[in-house]
C-alpha cells in the first residue's frame, strides 16, 4: 500500500532486527512477553494487546515465558485464562469505570483494586492463570526495608526520598531499600530466574498467593496500603513492582527467543525513581526485543494529546475521565489494525526501526 504509515511504530534490537528481516513477525521467534508499570497508560493499547492475547499468539505450542509489573500484570494475567478477551474485558471496564469523587485514603483505594483483582481473576479464582502449559506467567512485587518498611507515613516519606537521592548515585542502591519479588510458575525452566542486577528473591505463585500478588504489584507507596503478607514470602510490607522494575531492563540470560514488548513509548526507564533521570535509560538488554509503540501521530490525535495516566484522577471529574479513557480504549483499534495489516502483508522489513 503505497504512503502506508502505520500508527505503531516497531522498534527493533540489532539481534531482533536482523532475525525479523530474514523471517518476518513470525511468532514462534518470541518467547519472552514484557508488560510494564504505566498506570493507566496501558488503555491507549487496549486494542492492540487484544490482538495480541487472541490472534498473534492464539496456535501457540512452546511456552510463552511473561513478565509484568503493577497493571502491566494484570494486562499478562488476562492473557493467561482460559478467555483471554473475556479476561480483558474485565480488566478494562473495572479498572475505567474506578471513582474517586472525593479524595480516597490509601485504604479505600486499596479496596477498590481488591475489587479490580477480583474482576481480572474471575470465577476461576486464578486457577487457569496456574495451569496454563503454554503462558509461563510472572509477576514482581517490592517488599520495603528500613525507613520504607515502618508503619507510618512520615517514614514511608522520608524512606522513599532516601532511596531517591541512593538511586541517583547508583541504581544497584535499589536493594538496600527495596527488595525485588518474583512470582512466578516453572520458576526452573525460566529465562527470569537468575535476574543479578539486582538482589531479587523468587517465589512460587500459586492459589494461596495469586491474588496478593496481584494486588501487591500495583500497590503505589502512597496511594495504596502495602500488602502485609504474601503466601510463601516473608512477612513486610509489599509495593509496586515498578520500584525495581518501572519499564525493566533486564540482563535475560538463556532467552531461547525473542522479546515481544508493546510498550507506552521510546523512552524505557530502568525503575521508578529514574524518570526524572534523562542520562539513565534502558539500551543494551533490549538487543533481542520487538518494541511496539503508539506513533506521535497517534498520541497527538487521542484526548488531551496523550495517553491515559494517574493525573487524570485529580485533573478530571470521575465522569470526565471515564469518557476520555473509553475513547483512548476505542481508539486504540488502529493500532490494532495496522499491526495485523503488516503482519498479515509481510511488511514488517519496511516499517522496523532500529533501537
Known sequence: MPNFKPRVRFLAGPTAFKLIRERGLNP????????ASGGPKWIGLAALDRLLFSEFFKDRDKPLHTLGASSGAWRLACLAQDDPLLAYDRLERAYIQQRYDVKPTPRQVS?????IIDEILGDN?????LDNPIINSHFIACRARHLSALPNRVALGLGLTTTAISNLLSRKTLG?????YLFGRELVDSPFSSLQDLPSHYVDLGPNNIKQVLLATGSIP????????????PKGDYYDGGITDYHFDLPIEGADGLTLYPHFNSNILPGWFDKSLSWRRAKANYHNALILVPSHEFLAALPYGKLPDRRDFSCLSSDERIR???QAATMSRVLADDFYAIWQRGEIAQHMEPF
Not at 479464582?125 to 492463570?129: M, P, Q, S, T, V
Not at 538496600?176 to 525485588?180: A, G, I, M, S, Y
Open 324 to 326: 476520555y479513557w473509553q
Open 222 to 233: 502512597w496511594v495504596l496500603a502495602p500488602v502485609k503478607q504474601i503466601s510463601g514470602a
Open 28 to 35: 514462534a521467534l518470541f518467547s519472552q512477553l514484557l508488560a
Open 125 to 129: 479464582a486464578g486457577r487457569d492463570i
Open 176 to 180: 538496600l531499600h527495596f527488595q525485588r
Open 111 to 115: 479496596d477498590q483494586v481488591t475489587g
